[in-house]
């Protein structure tokens, strides 16, 4: 079965508080998570919120790595998203696991763009009666 993309949504437990809430230092690993999985990197945005916490896109030829940090709980959430065969999301994931310092991360892969029967499935939202 052939897929446009692969989807890995991953969590990240028990990771230095003090790198989650540094935005320089996530958009670093970010940046880099991308370029080891050899990724081309298009844009890059990344927020710091108050008290605490960061989120952040990186746009990549591929799609995107995107992430959102707890640093009260030493924990992110990340989503790494490619298309083609030329880079590998998990490159990404096990890249960050390690620079995070994260005690553990739980992470699944979902195929995106499966066109089963050489057709698009797809679906209509209806309206419901009020």
Same mark, same amino acid.
């Given at each position: 079965?052939?897929?446009?993309?692969?989807?890995?949504?991953? =969590?990240?437990?028990?990771?230095?508080?003090?790198?989650?809430?540094?935005?320089?230092?996530?958009? =670093?690993?970010?940046?880099?998570? %991308?370029?080891?999985?050899? %990724?081309?990197?298009?844009?890059?945005?990344?927020?710091?919120?108050?008290?605490?916490?960061?989120?952040?896109?990186?746009?990549?030829?591929?799609?995107?790595?995107? *992430?959102?940090?707890?640093?009260?709980?030493?924990?992110?959430?990340?989503?790494?998203?490619?298309?083609?065969?030329?880079?590998?999301?998990?490159?990404?994931?096990?890249?960050?696991?390690?620079?995070?310092? %994260?005690?553990?991360?739980?992470?699944?892969?979902?195929?995106?763009? *499966?066109?089963?029967?050489?057709?698009?499935?797809?679906?209509?939202?209806?309206?419901?009666?009020?």
């Amino acid at each position: 079965m052939h897929a446009l993309g692969r989807h890995v949504l991953a =969590e990240f437990y028990g990771c230095s508080p003090d790198i989650l809430n540094d935005t320089a230092k996530i958009e =670093e690993l970010m940046v880099n998570a %991308a370029l080891e999985a050899g %990724a081309e990197i298009r844009e890059v945005v990344f927020h710091q919120f108050s008290p605490q916490g960061v989120s952040g896109v990186v746009v990549i030829s591929e799609s995107h790595l995107a *992430i959102h940090t707890w640093p009260e709980f030493g924990y992110a959430a990340v989503d790494v998203f490619t298309c083609g065969n030329t880079v590998d999301p998990w490159v990404s994931c096990y890249y960050l696991n390690k620079h995070f310092i %994260a005690e553990r991360m739980a992470a699944k892969e979902i195929k995106r763009g *499966i066109f089963e029967y050489g057709f698009e499935i797809s679906h209509t939202q209806q309206k419901s009666a009020v």
